[in-house]
């Protein structure tokens, strides 16, 4: 047997090994990096944003389909910038506004976002609770015992072990695609509404337009995603599948909103605005009929808790990064006070006004508004940062990537200064 020989009978058995380990190194990247877009996007479809795009289906049919398809366009491109930042910074959103703006803007960032995710803890409970009062129990007697679950589990429980089952439970709205199909929507009007652009200059209109990118482009998102890829330890080199996560995430949530919209359109489009969760069910209808109520309180849950964990944690992440502050669920109160005090302030106050007896639909539409306000504030510390080469070097936004992005962020303020305008006219009736 000549050295080729045994040389090659040697090196044969150690390749294979070193392959496996290759593939299974690629395959624990894969799992260990993929996640942030696709659970930021099931956060997003929360109480609120079933709440505004079935609003949408019941008072505008297939008007806002159009206005969806750019809001999708704009919300993969918001969360490809956050994922961006996050991997090649390794600093979440909070940190890098404190690093490369003044103080008073930092607190404005800041301040925002805690206005915006507060309101958003509201709409979970109000929607756990509007869950069950179609079940026939009380939101009196489910709320606080909620407000309590979640707490634990993100203090003293497995976080990721809850998000599972939330996420699980979350699945019930995949209902909404099989609901459209059997709800016989009118095609033709549905293809025309999806190309061709439609709008309406009524108040009520430009209202649901702000909430809905209030809804589907959450400030909160943007740094829960950031925060989400830096938690992971992702590198650079990682970014390719960062970003796969973050713009299937993005698309996987606004496909969902889509049918959505035109399965309640299918089902009781035209009919005006909503006025509680059990007309926001009848879509439901054409899969589980009698049933449909119970289905949609099922994935309310589902979609109420993930969301009412997610967000209070992720303002508190970004507040904390944005202070220097120690953050970290492993960390005690005395470790980390102003990160473990402000998820908890924000769930007590969150379960507080759930408590009482608002209009459930109201608030929930009401506290996309709002986002959607706040949305642009947000937006253009993305946009600065992502645009600086300071902060991303050679992964800084290119000449044509800053000039869509920009129009993204100037499309969603036009938007929200249209209705602010309206809303202070309307104070003094000239609206």
């Known amino acids: ?26 395959l624990a990247v894969i799992a260990a990096i993929a996640g942030p877009g696709l659970v930021a996007a099931n956060a997003g479809n929360d109480a609120a944003g079933i709440a505004t795009y079935a609003s949408a289906g019941s008072q505008f049919t297939y008007g806002t389909l159009f206005f969806m398809v750019l809001v999708t366009i704009a919300l993969v491109m918001v969360q490809e910038m956050a994922v961006r930042l996050g991997a090649h910074t390794g600093k979440g959103l909070g940190a890098l506004i ?31 609770g509007a869950a069950f009062e179609l079940l026939g129990v009380p939101k009196w007697a489910v709320i606080p015992p909620a407000a309590i679950l979640l707490w634990s589990l993100v203090l003293f429980g497995s976080y990721r072990w809850a998000e599972r089952i939330f996420l699980i439970m979350s699945l019930a709205f995949f209902a909404y695609p099989i609901a459209m199909i059997l709800g016989h929507p009118h095609w033709a009007d549905v293809g025309h509404h999806l190309v061709i652009p439609h709008m309406e200059p009524s108040k009520d209109f430009i209202l649901l337009a702000v909430a809905l990118i209030g809804t589907t482009v959450s400030p909160y998102m943007q740094f ?8 992971r330890g992702a590198k650079p080199e990682d970014y390719k599948l960062i970003r796969a996560d973050a713009v ?25 605005p909503l006025n509680s969760a059990a007309q926001a069910a009848e879509a439901l209808k054409p899969v589980a009929g009698q049933n449909a109520e119970l289905l949609f309180a099922l994935g309310l849950i589902g979609a ?67 986002q959607g306000l706040i949305n642009p504030v947000v937006l253009v510390y993305l946009l600065v940062l992502t645009n600086r080469r300071s902060v991303l070097g050679t992964a800084a936004n290119g000449p044509r990537y800053r000039i869509a992005a920009t129009a993204v962020v100037v499309g969603v303020g036009s938007m929200s200064t249209i209705l602010l305008i309206q809303t202070v006219l309307g104070w003094f009736g000239l609206g």
């Open 1 to 26: 047997m000549t050295t080729r020989d045994l040389d090659t009978s040697t090196a044969a058995p150690a390749t294979a090994p070193v392959s496996r380990r290759r593939g299974l190194g690629r």
């Open 98 to 128: 404190r690093e490369q703006f003044s103080l008073r803007l930092t607190a404005l960032a800041v301040f925002c976002l805690l206005l915006a995710n507060t309101g958003l803890v509201v709409s979970e409970f109000a929607g756990i």
């Open 224 to 231: 829960y995603a950031a925060a989400g890829v830096v938690d």
């Open 248 to 272: 299937l995430g993005a698309v996987f949530a606004c496909i969902i909103s889509l049918t959505i919209i035109i399965a309640t359109a299918s089902a009781i489009g035209g009919t005006g």
């Open 304 to 370: 109420s808790a993930l969301a009412g964990a997610v967000v209070p944690l992720s303002a508190s992440y970004a507040i904390g990064e944005a202070a220097g502050v120690e953050r970290s669920v492993s960390r005690s109160f005395r470790d980390a006070p102003l990160f473990l005090g402000l998820f908890t302030a924000q769930i007590v106050l969150g379960a507080a006004v759930a408590m009482t007896p608002v209009d459930v639909i109201q608030l929930l539409i009401g506290t996309q508004v709002l």
